[in-house]
């Protein structure tokens, strides 16, 4: 099985920074998309940022110049370095990684448990 556990949610006030990981772990032959996604209260879950294995991030327009996401395939860890935050922005995030367990089996989607972000006076 396939785990995947995000960290470095919080509370942070407008214009602050926060820096999310998500490592994964289990049975992991390659990872090919990691991403990040958020939901807010009412709201359908967003992209905000994926990249492939080999780099050539893509990003939600309302994230761009604000969001850097980056990976660490030795660690099987991508990360979600957050600038310039917005009340909007508040929102619970989640991990998404494109997993192949053995060379022979399609790719699955996983996903994290999600962190909380608030951004808040």
């Known amino acids: 099985q396939v785990q995947l556990v995000e960290s470095g949610g919080g509370l942070v006030q407008p214009g602050g920074s926060l820096r999310l990981s998500c490592a994964a772990s289990?049975?992991?032959?390659?990872?090919?998309?990691m991403g990040w996604y958020r939901q807010a209260p009412g709201k359908q879950r967003e992209l905000v940022a994926v990249i492939p294995k080999g780099g050539g991030a893509k990003y939600a327009d309302s994230m761009k110049g604000r969001f850097t996401i980056s990976r660490d395939n030795t660690k099987n860890t991508v990360y979600l370095q957050m600038n310039s935050l917005k009340p909007e922005d508040t929102a619970v995030y989640y991990c998404n990684a494109a997993v192949r367990i053995t060379w022979y089996q399609p790719e699955h989607d996983y996903w994290g448990q999600g962190t909380q972000v608030t951004v808040s006076s």
């Open positions: 289990g049975s992991i032959f390659s990872i090919n998309d």
